[in-house]
C-alpha cells in the first residue's frame, strides 16, 4: 500500500535554532517528492519539489533531501523564524497515475 | 493574481442536511482536486476534475458525495444528509494542466455539522 509517514508528529524550537522534519515513503512507481507549509487556517503551499534524480533542493532557508534508494526525504529549516511554526506536510506522487499521496504533516511551533 | 478561492470559508450545518461547497481556480488551470482534511491530518483526497470530467472519484467516500464542474472553471463539491462525521476542512487545489503539475490550494472550507 502506498503510504508517507512524517516525524516527529510534533516539534516546538526557539526561534534563530535549526530543525529537521523526516518523511518516509512506501509510494512504487515513484514520480516525484514535494514538501508543503500549511500555516492555521490556509491551504497547503507547495515549498520544493525533488523528481527521481535530485537529491537536495534548496528555497531560502528551507533544503530537503531525498534518498531515493532508501524512500528517505527530509527538511531541514535553517534559522528557524516565528513565521515558520506551521504544519509541514510530505507528498509523494506515483509515476503510473500522478495521484498524491500526502503524510500527516509535522506540526512545528517556534517559540521566541 | 488572483489565487484558489473557495466560499464559504466557515459552513455550519444541521445533521441530515444538503450543503454546496464552491471552488474557483486559478483561471486557466484545467486540472481542479477535491480534499477533504480532518484536524492533525494530511489531506485526504477527494476527487479530481480534468476540464468537465471527473478523471478520478475513487476518493469519495460515499453517495452523498457528489461534485461538479460543468464549465471546466468553478467546481461545486456537494453533501447530501450530512453527517457529524463529514466535520472537516474541505481544500480544493488547481494546478495548470495534468495530474502531476504543482496544486495551488485554495484556504479551504471548514465545515461542522452539528
Known amino acids: 500500500k502506498n503510504q508517507v509517514e512524517q516525524s516527529p508528529q510534533s516539534l516546538i524550537i526557539l526561534e534563530g535554532k535549526n530543525c529537521t522534519l523526516q518523511c518516509n515513503y512506501t509510494v512504487s512507481p515513484f514520480s516525484n517528492l514535494r514538501w508543503y507549509k500549511q500555516d492555521t487556517g490556509r491551504g497547503p503551499v507547495s515549498l520544493t519539489i525533488m523528481t527521481f534524480s535530485e537529491n537536495t533542493k534548496s528555497n531560502g532557508r528551507y533544503t530537503a533531501t531525498l534518498d531515493a534508494d532508501t524512500k528517505q526525504s527530509s527538511l531541514h529549516i535553517t534559522a528557524s523564524q516565528l513565521s515558520d511554526s506551521a504544519s509541514y506536510i510530505c507528498v509523494v506522487s506515483a509515476h503510473n497515475t500522478d495521484k498524491l499521496i500526502f503524510g500527516t504533516g509535522t506540526r512545528l511551533q517556534v517559540f521566541p | 493574481g488572483a489565487g484558489v478561492s473557495q466560499t464559504p470559508s466557515n459552513k455550519v450545518t444541521e445533521k441530515g442536511k444538503y450543503v454546496e461547497l464552491r471552488c474557483d481556480p486559478i483561471s486557466g488551470h484545467t486540472a481542479l482536486y477535491w480534499y477533504r482534511q480532518s484536524l492533525g491530518q494530511g489531506p485526504e483526497f477527494l476527487i479530481y476534475f480534468q476540464g468537465t470530467g471527473a478523471a478520478d472519484d475513487s476518493g469519495l467516500p460515499n453517495d452523498r458525495f457528489f461534485a461538479v464542474r460543468p464549465e471546466g472553471s468553478v467546481s461545486t463539491l456537494k453533501i447530501q444528509r450530512t453527517e457529524r462525521g463529514d466535520s472537516a476542512v474541505y481544500l480544493c487545489?488547481?494546478?495548470?494542466?495534468?495530474?502531476?503539475?504543482?496544486?495551488?490550494f485554495g484556504p479551504g472550507t471548514r465545515l461542522t455539522v452539528l
Open positions: 487545489a488547481s494546478s495548470p494542466d495534468r495530474r502531476g503539475d504543482t496544486q495551488y
